[in-house]
């Protein structure tokens, strides 16, 4: 039963996530006939874990659900930090930013009240990851200094191991946060480090994740082709092996750079596929962005519909507005200016430009100020 736990971690490293769930299933059925709690509520942790790389949300939450219970009922403070961990992750996906950030507390809680665990591998491997999470909810909500607070403390703990993957995942956090402020040279360069980490070491299973963030900042520096390819790399680099986590945001970023590229179709198509997809994986924060893409190109196309178009932009902008994500709420609003006239489309301009103001986004406020004239 240890051995097969144990062959977690590789499993994971080689993004074989659907041998690593036969392997966890069998670890919860021996550790239910030889009464081991302690190892079956660890599998069924790591399982949460597998069910949100694969996409598998539901399956993901009522797995951490079970680990959950089982900790709580033993006092397995190590057990809780783990689950609550991949509780967070699975949160930060449905686009539940603040419970994400809320589970991710009490990962780092459990932690530090684990006396027995401190300075061992799995304390650094979930303090990291946990802040690596935190960063991303919090920027996504648009608490900027927070998300920065989180990513510094993340890098120096990375920066004490030689280890890549915790390497690449604080270089990501870093970017990430400072990615939705626009595509400043910093967050380039961090992105780029994180790529690299993963490409070296071979991190199967975040390559594509950062692969998707690095080429939506040479998207918005107007590098277009190398957008294109590196997205079209990660797309293909997930679907082989399962990994559907975060693929409607690939899919969305993918539209945005077809359409720059003047490839209508082939941006209609990944954006219905982005849409489809937030959709049937109930990722509300990532189909934001899904239908931005689709509105882009329904409104640009060789025969726009521009009523559709705005449509999906109220539909994008309720969402955002309901989950918080502010940035993402300022950019509907001018993508609604940019494509109305008279007084509707002057008040969103003004929220937009309020909003920009407001979050401190002069990226994003110098943009709209170009487009005005």
Not at 29 to 42: F, I, K, V
């Amino acid at each position: 039963m240890q051995l097969r736990l144990t062959l977690r971690n590789p499993l994971f490293l080689l993004a074989d996530f659907g041998h690593a769930l036969e392997v966890l299933g069998e670890v919860v059925g021996l550790a239910e006939a030889l009464d081991a709690p302690a190892q079956g509520g660890l599998a069924c942790a790591y399982m949460a874990n597998a069910h949100f790389m694969l996409g598998n949300l539901d399956d993901g939450m009522r797995f951490a659900e079970m680990a959950r219970v089982n900790g709580a009922a033993r006092g397995d403070a190590p057990l809780l930090a783990i689950t609550y961990c991949h509780l967070g992750q699975l949160l930060y996906v449905k686009g539940d930013y603040p419970a994400s950030v809320g589970m991710m507390e009490q990962c780092l809680a459990a932690l530090e009240a684990t006396a027995s665990h401190r300075g061992s591998n799995m304390a650094r491997v979930y303090s990291v990851v946990a802040r690596c999470f935190n960063a991303f909810s919090l920027a996504a909500q648009g608490r900027f200094r927070d998300a920065d607070a989180s990513a510094e403390r993340c890098l120096g703990l990375a920066d004490a191991t030689d280890t890549p993957f915790l390497r690449a995942l604080a270089a990501w956090a870093m970017g990430n946060a400072q990615l939705v402020r626009g595509p400043s040279p910093e967050a380039v360069e961090k992105l780029e480090d994180a790529y690299r980490y993963c490409k070296n070491a071979e991190l199967l299973a975040i390559r594509p994740w950062i692969a998707t963030d690095l080429a939506w900042a040479h998207r918005l520096s107007g590098r277009v082709a190398e957008a294109r390819a590196l997205l079209a790399a990660a797309i293909e680099e997930a679907a082989a092996h399962g990994l559907l986590s975060q693929h409607s945001l690939r899919q969305a970023y993918l539209s945005q750079a077809e359409l720059a590229a003047g490839h209508e179709e082939e941006a209609l198509v990944a954006a219905e596929r982005a849409a489809a997809l937030a959709v049937e994986h109930r990722e509300d924060g990532f189909r934001v962005e899904a239908l931005r893409a689709l509105a882009h190109v329904t409104a640009r196309r060789s025969n726009p519909d521009v009523e559709a178009a705005a449509r999906h932009l109220e539909e994008a902008l309720a969402l955002a507005e309901r989950l918080g994500m502010r940035p993402a709420a300022a950019h509907c609003h001018r993508d609604l200016a940019e494509l109305g006239r008279g007084e509707a489309a002057a008040r969103h301009r003004e929220a937009a430009r309020a909003l920009y103001r407001e979050l401190d986004l002069p990226f994003w406020r110098e943009r709209i100020e170009r487009e005005r004239t």
